[in-house]
């Protein structure tokens, strides 16, 4: 136990002296400036246009801009989740596989330790990493609207659990990849299984509406080969408003008519921890 | 005899490529045994397979009473490994910290360890730079100081003096010679046949990933050596009176070879000449240097 947090130390230490933190940190936050002046832009315009249009009751008026800012939110975590992904496979695609090349391992491993504490130990420093990524990107997000407008988005503890739990599947998947395959070979896997995820998520959508089970069948399929976009599919279905969902019928960008079913997340949850196992047992058996 | 490392026909193959045929070698506790061998032998292979950072094909083998790759035993082991290469963004201070952590040493000792190793290999004015910022040869000895952490019983070094200045080299020698009067044993692999020569008690040749060859290099304990002097007055009475100390007796005019059982026999030998009015004017044991037997023993051919 006391190596696995030794190894997570030596994790962190690692994304602040390498100034991967220290890069994150300040695009993140050029995100959320961005974000902030659009929303800004868009919430004046909105409600100078209010103004001036056909007196509608209050009730209407309020319903109006509520379901606009749940959008622009939903569509602000959007990014995010793809942010949060992308961070969860950087962080992680050279961390063994480097480590091996540069035989900086052999050092490690020949210690009075488990190997797999040192796989578990750069799982957990990426996973607080990521947690933290995410709560400055999300956070962030959420309450530059509140701030703004004082909207919230309805279940966002739940949705950014989404999103933590769909970087945390990527991050655990890439480090398996990572204990087996060279650091170029990973990143290309894990975009090319974000990218399969992607469009079969579409297509499932697609079939949904045509009501063509084939289609549907074939996104199914694809989140059972890697649920990152259900998990994302879910998230959003659970951040936007009811109204929203009405207001684009079940095809808006973000939303979706059958959300997957939480079937998916203890499948997901099953699909993290089996790739860890894999991790630790694979980079054991590597010869160094 | 306590053995410190045991390895019984210890095999590797990648694919269709045998690294290692079938090591066989036995390291005594406390002495300081070389690796020798051409590039390519398999002396690399070997190493990790004895560390646990390979899985032998087949054989087995211990250290320190243990089979290969037990955990708990790894804590009584140092190691350097070759192209030492770091984590070049922790200081040397906290590279020596995280390596004790891994070894599972109390706070107060890791601390204590760590003052006196940076001492003794000369970095501690540097101990709060960032490794990145280190010589080759400073990379080298912090490596050292890491190796020498937890006070390990067995201590394997492959190429501990590459990238050295020859003061560095004097310096891994002096640690070398005060870890072995402290009982330490070393596996020392280098290519740099004088480094042995002047470090080990034994060595072991290798070649095609066999061991071919194991010499003592302690001169006194070497056995047979031959002697060669020059001297006027050597009659062939005198040359029969040789007899109890010498064989082989070569006569040339002046010079004469032979050779002794020990070079322990050399002192009565002169002594012999000198008293029998024999004018001796040189008496020099011809031992072998390392690299000639180096040669004799693996061919000239060298990389397989």
């Known amino acids: 136990m006391n190596a696995i947090l030794t190894i997570a130390q030596l994790t962190f230490r690692e994304a602040w002296r390498r100034r991967i933190a220290l890069a994150a940190l300040l695009l993140g936050l050029a995100f959320l400036v961005l974000y902030n002046a659009g929303f800004y832009f868009i919430h004046t315009e909105m409600e100078r246009e209010n103004a001036l249009s056909a007196p509608r009751s209050a009730l209407e008026a309020e319903t109006l801009r509520r379901t606009v800012f749940n959008f622009f939110s939903t569509a602000g975590l959007y990014a995010v989740n793809f942010l949060t992904l992308a961070m969860g496979a950087m962080l992680s695609a050279d961390t063994l596989a480097g480590e091996i090349t540069s035989g900086t391992v052999q050092a490690l491993v020949t210690k009075p330790i488990r190997r797999g504490e040192i796989v578990l130990g750069k799982w957990l420093g990426f996973s607080i990493l990521l947690a933290l990524y995410l709560l400055l990107m999300g956070g962030g997000l959420l309450v530059s609207v509140w701030v703004q407008t004082g909207y919230t988005l309805p279940n ?6 989404l999103i933590y739990l769909a970087s945390l599947l990527t991050m655990t998947m890439t480090l398996m990849l990572s204990s087996r395959f060279s650091a170029l070979a990973t990143g290309g896997s894990v ?18 509406a045509l009501q063509n089970r084939t289609a549907v069948e074939v996104g199914i399929i694809s989140s059972l080969i890697f649920p990152s976009e259900a998990l994302w599919k879910r998230a959003a279905h659970e951040v ?34 089996a790739a860890l196992w894999v991790a630790t047992r694979w980079f054991n058996q590597r010869d160094l | 005899m306590t053995l410190a490392i045991e390895t019984n026909l210890l095999r590797k193959e990648f694919g269709n490529n045998v690294a290692v045929r079938g090591l066989t070698l036995q390291v005594k506790a406390g002495e300081v045994f070389g690796f020798l061998g051409p590039n390519g032998a398999g002396k690399t292979t070997s190493i990790k397979m004895l560390l646990g950072l390979v ?35 922790l200081t040397a201070d906290e590279f020596l910290s995280l390596h004790g952590q891994l070894y599972g040493m109390a706070p107060t000792f890791l601390h204590k360890r760590r003052s006196e190793l940076l001492e003794q290999v000369g970095l501690a004015p540097f101990r709060h730079k960032q490794l990145r910022t280190f010589s080759k040869g400073m990379l080298q000895r912090v490596g050292l100081a890491q190796a020498l952490l937890n006070q390990p019983a067995l201590v394997f070094l492959d190429e501990p003096t590459s990238g050295l200045d020859p003061v560095g080299r004097r310096l891994v020698r002096d640690i070398i010679r005060e870890l072995r009067s402290h009982g330490t044993t070393i596996f020392l692999n280098s290519h740099l046949l004088s480094e042995i020569e002047v470090t080990c008690d034994r060595v072991a040749f290798i070649k095609h990933g066999e061991v071919v060859r194991v010499t003592e290099l302690n001169p006194l304990a070497q056995g047979e050596t031959q002697v060669s002097l020059r001297a006027r007055g ?7 009176g040789l007899s109890p100390w010498a064989a082989n007796l ?20 002169a002594r012999y000449l000198v008293t029998h009015g024999v004018e001796l004017y040189a008496l020099t044991p011809q031992r072998l240097s390392l690299e000639e037997v180096f040669i004799q023993t693996v061919g000239t051919e060298g990389v397989l």
């Open chain 1, 156 to 161: 966002w503890l739940n949705g950014l659990s």
């Open chain 1, 191 to 208: 975009f090319g299984l974000y990218g399969l995820a992607f469009i079969g998520g579409w297509v499932e959508q697609v079939g949904a």
């Open chain 1, 240 to 273: 936007s408003s009811p109204l929203l969902q009405a207001a684009t019928g079940g095809f808006g960008l973000f939303t979706t008519a059958n959300p997957p079913s939480p079937l998916m997340l203890v499948y997901a949850g099953l699909y993290l921890l």
């Open chain 2, 55 to 89: 899985t032998p094909t087949a054989g087995s083998g211990q250290l320190l009473g243990q089979p290969l790759g037990h955990q708990a035993t790894r804590a009584k082991i140092g190691f350097l490994p070759e192209h030492f290469r770091f984590h070049e963004w």
């Open chain 2, 234 to 240: 050597l009659t062939p009475e005198i040359l029969t």
């Open chain 2, 250 to 269: 070569r006569p040339d005019g002046e010079h004469l070879t032979l050779t002794v059982q020990d070079e322990t026999a050399l002192p009565a030998l």
